[in-house]
Every structure is written in C-alpha cells, then in structure tokens.
C-alpha cells in the first residue's frame, strides 16, 4: 500500500500524484488547502497552525502545537502504522531549509526502517534507497545528485556520465553532486547503507 502525504511548502505538483485502489492520501496541516478540491483526502493530520482552522469533515487527528515531532512525522507514523509499504511526499521539499532538511531526516529515518520513500517536488524527486539499488530509465539529458546521510559503504553508479563503484560516501563530501545522464539506463546501488538521490527534469542542466 502507499500513501501519499501532502505538506505546506509551495512547492506543490499534481504530477504523479494518482491513489490506486487501497493507498491511502493524508494532508499534513496545511497540505488540505492543497487538495481539498482536487482529491479524496483520508486523513488530516495537524496542530493547524499553518492552516488556521480544523477541518469540520473527514477523518481529522489535531495535535498538540507543542510537540516533538513535526505534523509530517506524524502523518508519515500514521501511515507506516497502518500499513503504508511506500509513502510519497508532496509539498514538503520548498520554502524553508530547515524544513526541507527536517523532511530529508525523516525520510531517511523511514528508509532505514525498510520503506521506499519518494519527495515529489515541481523540478525534481527525491529517492531514498537502503542496501539496494535505484535504476532510472535512459535520458538524453538531466542531473542526478547523490548523497549519503551519514556512512553509506559499496556505492556503484553505473550508466552516468561519472560513474564509480564500490566507493564508500559519508555526510562530509559531495562527490556525488551533479551527475548528469547521457542517454543510457542508470543504476545507482549502495551494498551497507542509506542514499539520497534528487533526480532533476530533462530540462533542468544547472550546475553549480
């Protein structure tokens, strides 16, 4: 099952955002003003402060404004608690750093507790990937972005325009940053660990 768990950045996409039969779409505060008409919403969860009212419909679980945990971790706990085997965030990766960065943590921390994890965002996803592989489908162009949270042993890109193997990364470099496709499949893989990997839009050839 997955579920699809919209936040409150402004980075919003519709883009792959379609519940099968039996996922589940949970709006973290305010990610209901996102898609209460676009969508049937399962679940709102939040202190709403960012919203600045309680939904009067629906399933609904208000939370405490002070609290540990961030409306998202919340609405990620209910999911892998009911059963979610792949969540996927929307809204959650724009506007503030020290979001974005809060959200990258907890996908990491649901990565290591054997979930597939995906950020969609408008230019960009953001896979994570534990003691297994990525493979991504052959592009003519586009970048790709590569990093480890913490310690990330047996790391082999293959199919990029850099391509190493069996490196180990850790949270203090960036050899990873700005891979850039040329036409092939690619896989990406790490042996013992965690991988954050942004894959971009053809359209987007930035590099820093």
Known sequence: MTAYIVGAADDFTERGLIKKDGDILIAADGGYAKIADKASIDLVVGDFDSLGYVPE???VIKLKREKDETDTDCAAEY???HGAEEIVFYACMGGKPDHALANLQLGTRLAKRGLRVRFVSKD???YFIKDGALRISARECGRVSVFSPDVTDGVTIKGLKYEVENVRL?????LGVS???VGKDAEIKAENGVLIIFVYEETDNIRS
């Open 124 to 126: 960009y996803d953001v």
């Open 79 to 81: 999911a892998a608690a």
């Open 170 to 174: 850790n949270n203090g470099v960036a």
């Open 57 to 59: 419909s629906g399933n």
């Open 179 to 181: 891979n850039e496709f």
